[in-house]
């Protein structure tokens, strides 16, 4: 739940944050208590892992079925490795970049529109290096 107390860099820092340590743990109840009720999320791993013909997921309950489902398809050599944040105070958007001291991973960028300290809309877009493991199926095992 948000913290109406914190201002909007600490809410903010706290998404970058919070997220990514969800994320880490495959705390899918972490993770959704980062969401509006109303959020959506935009990824071409919809289509792939719904079988949908829309990369959208609409809804905290549709988002958690989805991240269910994210969690437990994510492939070995998905890696975290992550610099700063940019943000305007309401929109954060950071890169996992294909370079990581530790070799290449997965390339995204993240965009999250944040409202009242919770995420509103999500979206994820994807490097050449992402593509080429969904498209080999490295994302579905």
């Known amino acids: 739940m948000s913290n109406p107390t914190r201002s909007k860099q600490e809410q903010i820092k706290h998404i970058f944050t919070a997220w990514d340590d969800a994320l880490g743990a495959k705390d899918l109840d972490g993770a959704m208590k ?3 009720p109303d959020a959506t999320l935009e990824s071409p791993l ?3 892992l719904l079988g949908s013909r829309e990369g959208i997921v609409r809804g905290r309950d549709n988002l958690r079925a989805f991240v269910e489902k994210v ?3 994510q492939p070995e050599n998905r890696r975290r490795f992550r610099a700063r944040y940019l ?3 309401s929109r954060i958007t950071w890169e996992y970049p294909r370079r990581s001291p530790d070799g290449d991973q997965m390339d995204i960028v993240e965009v999250m529109e944040v409202r009242d300290g919770l995420i509103a809309h999500h979206r994820v877009y994807w490097g050449w290096v992402s ?4 498209t080999s199926g490295e994302h579905s095992r």
């Open 34 to 36: 980062l969401y509006h």
């Open 46 to 48: 919809v289509c792939h």
């Open 71 to 73: 969690f437990a398809h």
């Open 87 to 89: 943000t305007d105070g």
């Open 131 to 134: 593509v080429g493991m969904l």
